[in-house]
């Protein structure tokens, strides 16, 4: 009989020969792939001619990479840990989040008044709340009902355009069209959720992304109402209970009426904790819904739907609640978003928008609220400090995605505690948590 010791010196050269072998593959297909992406390239001569650039140690250095890359995931997939080590992780880095998501709001409510902290961090800030917001709005459908939803840019922009319509024939305030966008979001959602009781998976995934592109059409082409390809610009700043952010300074102004100095930064730093709030109150929202019954349904419903089914639930108002819940706060995030751009075209709702919600989702861990915080903000925060790339940007975006799927397979925060317990509280290993694939 063989022993492990006596084994382990002709294993190792097998599989490193394996590793070899894949990584050696991995990098022939990137070589097929980058000869054309990244090795040629047409440019303008100072004539005004075309001509074809050739970048072949560019090529060279990406495929080293791949090699080095697929190198290391051979054997990082081949070490495995035990189980007592994968359970202590967990509760370690369950004990780490304890601290790490007070920290995280603390830093968020005290931002604007950091020394060093202007207005392009300000507007970076909104944005990667904007993203927290649609992530956890679609936390609901995805990683708690198990409903993959490949359109939830369309109901961001419902809530974009509701506003923005309301506002400039109707002549109504943001702090009313803001439930009004959110109701006609979670109208439409409802509107998505019927055709689609029947189907699960890849045919919702089909589905839902069917619907999103036919929003994007539908405003791009109904130019008497939307505008078109034009958009819709002038929409109505909001004001804070009905004070305008004006750089008069007048009695019926900001600063007039609290006597400060006008500041164009006035109204940055009130967005950005208006979008704050609307973040807060989305996870409020989805925690303390997630231990009411239609919570606890919607997670039976992503385990299993054939034993949800023979439990006694309502499938019908289970996946319709999940679709309205969501699509109600995108309808929120569009309209805030909205009056923050001051102008909407059919161009900022496109199917890239809705992938970029889902991977931060994905890669923040499927339920996990504060993993979609923390996925948002390197995947929206952190792509800005790759700004200076040019056209290398998306390659290393997508290289870093990669590298976390790699490392965090089930996202960045693949455990959770479970919404009803019986006696001891436990944390659900990454191990045992559904994929939510519907």
């Not at 939803?149 to 506002?167: N, Q, R």
């Not at 589905?207 to 130019?223: C, D, K, M, Q, Y």
């Not at 804070?240 to 600063?255: D, Q, Y």
Request: hydrophobic share 55%; net charge positive.
């Amino acid at each position: 009989m063989t022993t492990p010791s006596a084994a382990s010196p002709h294993a190792v050269p097998s599989r490193l020969r394996a590793a070899l072998f894949d990584a050696t593959k991995a990098t022939a297909v990137a070589f097929g792939l980058f000869v054309v992406m990244v090795g040629l390239r047409t440019d303008v001569s100072p004539t005004g001619a075309l001509f074809l650039r050739t970048r072949w140690p560019d090529v060279a250095l990406l495929c080293a990479a791949v090699f080095v890359a697929r190198l290391a995931m051979a054997f990082w997939a081949g070490r495995g840990l035990p189980a007592v080590g994968l359970a202590k992780r967990a509760t370690a880095l369950s004990r780490a989040g304890l601290f790490f998501g007070p920290a995280l709001l603390a830093l968020a409510l005290i931002l604007p008044f950091v020394p060093g902290i202007g207005r392009y961090e300000l507007d970076l800030g909104i944005l990667v709340l904007t993203y927290v917001m649609l992530g956890w709005g679609l936390n609901i459908v995805v990683g708690l009902a198990g409903l993959l939803d490949l359109g939830y840019v369309a109901f961001y922009a419902v809530g974009a355009y509701s506003y923005a319509l309301l506002a400039q024939y109707f002549g109504l305030s943001f702090w009313i069209c803001l439930p009004l966008a959110g109701i006609l979001a979670a109208f439409w959602g409802v509107l998505l959720g019927f055709p689609v009781l029947r189907l699960r998976g890849d045919y919702l995934a089909i589905v839902t992304l069917a619907f999103g592109e036919i929003i994007r059409i539908v405003l791009l082409n109904w130019v008497e109402l939307t505008g078109g390809p034009n958009g819709i610009s002038g929409i109505p700043r909001p004001t804070f209970f009905g004070l305008p952010f004006s750089m008069s300074g007048g009695p019926g102004t900001f600063a007039g009426f609290f006597g400060l100095e006008p500041s164009p930064s006035h109204r940055v730093v009130f967005l950005y904790y208006l979008i704050l709030a609307l973040a807060l109150l989305t996870n409020w929202v989805a925690i303390r819904i997630r231990r009411q019954p239609i919570g606890r349904a919607w997670e039976a419903l992503r385990e299993d739907e054939i034993a949800c089914r023979a439990l006694g639930i309502n499938i019908t108002n289970t996946k319709l609640t999940a679709f309205a819940l969501g699509a109600m706060f995108a309808g929120f995030a569009g309209a805030f978003f909205a009056t923050r751009q001051a102008f909407i075209s059919p161009e900022s709702f496109t199917f890239i928008e809705s992938a970029i919600i889902l991977a931060i989702v994905v890669l923040g861990g499927l339920g996990s609220q504060i993993g979609i915080a923390v996925a948002a903000i390197i995947m929206i925060g952190g792509f800005e400090l790759f700004r200076d790339l040019e056209e290398y940007r998306m390659l290393v975006f997508g290289a870093a995605m990669v590298t976390i799927m790699v490392l965090r397979p089930r996202g960045l925060v693949g455990s959770r505690a479970p919404s009803v317990v019986l006696g001891t509280q436990r944390r659900i290993n990454a191990q045992h948590v559904s994929e939510g694939r519907g």
